[in-house]
């Protein structure tokens, strides 16, 4: 068997196949990376209109409390992340991560509070893991069950509102971050005011059996086009949000990858519940004392793009090495090559001048601030 046969598909792959798609190995599924529009185009569409992504590839999941009380399963969750979970009102999402004992990140996620029970959604490439972990840890007071007939649909964009408003009226009530159970073409979809571009938008779990039905519905409106995956890493970079396995993993930690706001009160020291998750002792004390290094927006100069895995230096000549390139390309919106990485805290400052190296040349870079566009969230 080779190694196409050997990938998984999502429930819309007739879909792309049909828009003309090229297909790639993606996290072991078979995914569009562009359309015939090409990946510059996409990218545009989505800041200047609306877009629209498969993600079903992405893990959804359901922790249950055995106790019937979901204040339950939301302390459960709390043994694994280091966000407040409790606090988290019915109807609504919060962004978080798995940390392992060293204080790494083992996979970042979102949690949502659905009233009777929480829904997680985890990435493709960690679902199996993350499944494993959470039964390992949390089957003594909740249910995990990972969701394998659901599409995960997103909806991104200025636009995007527009775009489900002809199916579901209600669209301009909801709030970054909103979630709720609507009919979409008479399918109960859940729909959560939230994506991964930097624009407005929307993510939509839909029973298995409709998502082409409700992709077909969407792709409908004159301002909706298809986006594929080569599109969604130059949002998200621009975007400055993290993919995991490139910015973050078990060698980064929540604070070293500036990602301390989505750590709140409740679980720092001093809260109603500090700490108690895997990593606390070292997570509490960057949060106190900072860290040797921090993940930083980088822009070099010219148009050239630095990829991830480009080493850093402080000096033209490639003498002191001081970090290294996460993610990197070029930004469509933005007009120049944009990337991220992790630098010591010296070299942190907006506007320090370092550099990378690129093919055998060390190219001036600039330490800048993230997210390199402005978000458009409806909050």
């Known amino acids: 068997m080779d190694d196409t046969a050997a990938l998984k598909t999502t429930p819309l792959h007739s879909l792309h196949i049909s828009l003309g798609a090229r297909m790639v190995p993606f996290a072991g599924y078979d995914m569009p990376v562009q359309y015939p529009a090409g990946v510059l185009k996409e990218h545009l569409q989505t800041?200047?209109?609306?877009?629209?992504?498969?993600?079903?590839?992405?893990?959804?999941?359901?922790?249950?409390?055995?106790?019937?009380?979901?204040?339950?399963?939301a302390l459960a969750l709390e043994k694994l992340v280091p966000v407040d979970i409790l606090g988290l009102k019915e109807g609504r999402q919060r962004y978080g991560f798995f940390t392992d004992e060293n204080g790494g990140i083992l996979d970042d996620l979102m949690i949502t509070n659905r009233g009777d029970h929480l829904f997680v959604v985890v990435n493709a490439a960690c679902k199996d893991a993350d499944v494993v972990h959470m039964k390992a840890h949390l089957s003594d007071a909740c249910d995990v069950t990972l969701l394998d007939d659901r599409a995960l649909i997103a909806l991104q964009g200025p636009r995007a509102e527009a775009v489900?408003?002809?199916?579901?009226?209600?669209?301009?009530?909801?709030?970054?971050?909103?979630?709720?159970?609507?009919?979409?073409?008479?399918?109960?979809?859940i729909v959560s005011r939230s994506g991964y571009s930097g624009e407005d938008g929307f993510e939509i779990s839909v029973p298995a059996e409709k998502a082409e039905e409700i992709a077909k519905a969407l792709l409908e409106h004159p301002d909706c086009e298809p986006i594929g995956l080569g599109a969604r890493d130059s949002l998200r970079l621009e975007a400055g949000l993290c993919l995991y396995g490139n910015d973050i993993d078990t060698t980064t930690s929540p604070i070293e990858a500036s990602l301390e706001w989505a750590i709140q009160k409740a679980r720092r020291a001093?809260?109603?519940?500090?700490?108690?998750?895997?990593?606390?002792?070292?997570?509490?004390?960057?949060?106190?004392?900072?860290?040797?290094?921090?993940?930083?927006?980088?822009?070099?100069?010219?148009?050239?793009?630095?990829?991830?895995?480009?080493?850093?230096?402080?000096?033209?000549?490639?003498?002191?090495?001081?970090?290294?390139?996460?993610?990197?390309?070029?930004?469509p919106s933005v007009e120049g090559p944009v990337a991220m990485g992790y630098v010591p805290a010296a070299y942190i400052a907006p506007g320090t001048a370092i550099f990378a190296e690129v093919r055998g040349k060390y190219?001036?870079?600039?330490?800048?601030?993230l997210p390199f566009i402005k978000p458009t969230y409806k909050r």
Not at 363 to 369: G, N, Y
Request: with cysteine; glycine share 16%; charged share 25%.
């Open 47 to 73: 800041r200047t209109s609306a877009g629209l992504f498969d993600v079903s590839h992405m893990g959804q999941v359901i922790l249950k409390a055995k106790s019937g009380s979901n204040a339950d399963a």
């Open 164 to 189: 489900l408003a002809e199916l579901w009226a209600g669209v301009s009530d909801m709030k970054f971050m909103d979630v709720l159970e609507v009919p979409l073409h008479d399918v109960t979809c």
């Open 270 to 331: 001093g809260g109603d519940r500090e700490g108690g998750f895997p990593g606390a002792e070292r997570i509490l004390g960057e949060l106190k004392d900072g860290t040797s290094r921090r993940r930083v927006g980088l822009k070099p100069e010219g148009k050239a793009p630095v990829r991830g895995h480009s080493r850093l230096f402080a000096d033209a000549e490639g003498k002191t090495e001081i970090g290294e390139v996460t993610s990197g390309g070029f930004g």
């Open 363 to 369: 190219l001036p870079v600039t330490v800048a601030a």
